[in-house]
């Protein structure tokens, strides 16, 4: 269960290229200003990948005659969505928790009082691996249907150490049994369960450090995460984590500054983090390291909205230092039960102020840049994957503009064609 069929495999060999022509395209290459849009374009996929992606006009003649043509009637195409910040593999659901918070409950009360993430250990580990595949497979064919390409699946709900290595294998089993990329994290610093409750240290000790040794042995950890907070982990806490994981060679992330300022993403930034996620606290010393890190910002609008939070991430300060921004879905049971990155684009523009060609960027380029995968996806560019999404809009701000309506017409992973 260590390998990943969709995921990792190679692109089928021998097959005829195709050619997706009379096409609008956002090729979000980074050395082109804007979405890079190219009108009148074309993408040819070879193998599995991109062969070329541009203008029409500069197809060489060779290519169209060897090709399968494929007429897009004028569509718009973008990378497919990237997905970078998920809880997607999770037993049960919170739906009691969101009755609380309606009757006024914080979030940070609901958690102390044995609620938020530690109510969700239970569920998860009386699951097996066939059984939290099969509650998160509705869960990711929503995502699939709305053009993700690429999703990262975290752990964090097991807090012992077989319940994590379980929460990884069904992530990887997903990318066996879907057509889609999917990337892992190793959150053991989530929360700690209730037989170590006050005693963080100790559980670092007997589950976290040694769970890490354990998912990286077994090739279920692409990149080590942790919960930074008042209700979770101290920065020296997550600092020990981070420590272990670069001995090990893996990438860190983490969740910071979401309910106040413990300095976490400046932290994270420190280890050359991925990303920092969350992020309403961040504070100018924060921004400045993220930036000379090239750490990038993960906004998560649904956790904002779900729990009426009511600071919103710096978002004027992340653009002045030149920080990345990549927005995500948060998918998880108690804080965030979004499963729709069109929705998460919306919301982005909404409630944090970000522009169409943000919040775009941000499902995609930046997505794949937060998981340390922009050399694969992210992009049309020729020797990346040919994940594409072709839309039905007329305009691109139509994807960010429209509230609970799927334009999608096609979707491809790998230059397959799936889905709608």
């Known amino acids: 269960?260590?390998?990943?069929?969709?995921?990792?495999?190679?692109?089928?060999?021998?097959?005829?290229?195709?050619?997706?022509?009379?096409?609008?395209?956002?090729?979000?290459?980074?050395?082109?200003?804007g979405l890079g849009i190219v009108e009148k374009g074309a993408v040819l996929v070879e193998n599995g990948?991109?062969?070329?992606?541009?203008?029409?006009?500069?197809?060489?003649?060779?290519?169209?005659?060897?090709?399968?043509?494929?007429?897009?009637?004028?569509?718009?195409?973008?990378?497919?969505?990237?997905?970078?910040?998920?809880?997607?593999?999770?037993?049960?659901?919170?739906?009691?928790?969101?009755?609380?918070?309606?009757?006024?409950?914080?979030?940070?009360?609901?958690?102390?009082?044995?609620?938020?993430?530690?109510?969700?250990?239970?569920?998860?580990?009386?699951?097996?691996?066939?059984?939290?595949?099969?509650?998160?497979?509705?869960?990711?064919?929503?995502?699939?249907?709305?053009?993700?390409?690429?999703?990262?699946?975290?752990?964090?709900?097991?807090?012992?150490?077989?319940?994590e290595i379980k929460m990884l294998q069904s992530a990887r089993l997903l990318g066996h049994i879907r057509p889609v990329r999917v990337a892992t994290s190793y959150l053991g610093a989530h929360?700690?369960?209730?037989?170590?409750?006050?005693?963080?240290?100790?559980?670092?000790?007997?589950?976290?450090?040694?769970g890490l040794d354990d998912v990286h042995n077994l090739g279920l950890a692409d990149a080590v995460d942790g919960f930074c907070e008042g209700i979770a982990f101290s920065t020296a806490e997550i600092g020990r984590v981070f420590d272990k994981a670069k001995g090990l060679g893996l990438p860190v992330k983490l969740h910071a500054e979401q309910l106040s300022n413990l300095g976490g993403a400046k932290l994270a930034a420190s280890y050359g983090a991925l990303s920092a996620d969350h992020l309403e606290y961040l504070d100018e010393d924060g921004v400045a390291a993220m930036a000379a890190a090239g750490t990038v910002a993960v906004l998560l609008p649904g956790a904002f909205y779900a729990i009426h939070e009511k600071q919103k991430p710096p978002v004027e300060a992340l653009r002045q230092a030149g920080v990345p921004i990549a927005i995500a879905t948060d998918c998880n049971p108690g804080t965030s039960p979004l499963t729709s990155m069109l929705l998460t684009m919306n919301m982005s523009a909404t409630l944090f102020g970000l522009t169409v060609e943000e919040c775009i960027a941000g499902a995609t380029r930046e997505g794949a840049r937060a998981l340390g995968l922009l050399d694969k996806t992210g992009?049309?560019?020729?020797?990346?994957?040919?994940?594409?999404?072709?839309?039905n809009v007329e305009s691109l701000a139509e994807l960010v503009y429209r509230i609970g309506f799927n334009p999608l017409h096609t979707r491809l992973f790998k230059g397959e064609r799936n889905g709608r």
């Open 379 to 391: 992009t049309l560019e020729p020797g990346k994957s040919a994940d594409l999404a072709v839309w």
């Open 1 to 33: 269960m260590t390998g990943n069929n969709f995921s990792e495999g190679s692109p089928s060999a021998n097959i005829r290229p195709a050619l997706w022509r009379n096409a609008r395209l956002a090729t979000l290459a980074p050395d082109k200003a």
């Open 191 to 210: 929360a700690t369960p209730v037989e170590y409750k006050g005693r963080n240290g100790d559980y670092l000790d007997d589950v976290v450090l040694p």
């Open 49 to 163: 990948r991109i062969a070329f992606a541009g203008a029409e006009s500069d197809l060489p003649a060779a290519a169209i005659e060897r090709s399968e043509i494929v007429d897009l009637e004028g569509r718009w195409v973008t990378p497919g969505l990237v997905d970078c910040h998920t809880h997607i593999v999770h037993g049960g659901n919170r739906a009691r928790e969101f009755e609380m918070r309606l009757a006024g409950a914080t979030y940070e009360e609901i958690a102390r009082a044995g609620g938020g993430i530690v109510s969700s250990v239970k569920a998860t580990n009386a699951l097996s691996v066939e059984d939290l595949v099969a509650e998160a497979l509705p869960r990711l064919d929503t995502l699939l249907a709305e053009g993700v390409t690429t999703i990262e699946v975290k752990s964090g709900y097991g807090l012992n150490r077989a319940g």
